[in-house]
Nanobody
Framework: QVVLVESGGGLVQAGDSLRLSCAAS????????TAWFRQAPGKEREFVAA????????NYADSVKGRFTISRDNAKNTVYLQMNSLKPEDTAVYYC?????????????????WGQGTQVTVSS
């Protein structure tokens, strides 16, 4: 089992950057594939980015490709989401998720562990 805690959210202007962090408990973190999702008010939770447990493979939503980068440091049990060129439509609560599989998925139900979320607000 793993417990996830996100941090790094905040209020920024369009065009700014933010880096979200997701700290995981447990010594077996390296056996988990990880992902970031987001949920805007009144909308369903949507996939943002994912990375395999080795870090060898990544996958991004079309809406963030080229602007966001997912990475992980298994020695620190931490996953990151670097967000550049932020847009007002990126405003949402961002969630870190993990699954104890090698493969990654874009499906919310494919992840067993979730953080509490961190708010990102981008003003125009």
């Amino acid at each position: 089992q793993v417990v996830l805690v996100e941090s790094g959210g905040g209020l920024v202007q369009a065009g700014d950057s933010l880096r979200l962090s997701c700290a995981a408990s447990g010594s077996t973190f390296r056996s988990y594939a990880t992902a970031w999702f987001r949920q805007a008010p009144g909308k369903e939770r949507e996939f943002v980015a994912a990375m395999t447990r080795s870090g060898a493979n990544t996958n991004y939503a079309d809406s963030v490709k080229g602007r966001f980068t997912i990475s992980r440091d298994n020695a620190k049990n931490t996953v990151y989401l670097q967000m550049n060129s932020l847009k007002p439509e990126d405003t949402a609560v961002y969630y870190c998720a993990a699954r104890q599989y090698y493969t990654i998925t874009r499906v919310v139900s494919g992840y067993d562990y979730w953080g509490q979320g961190t708010q990102v607000t981008v003003s125009s």
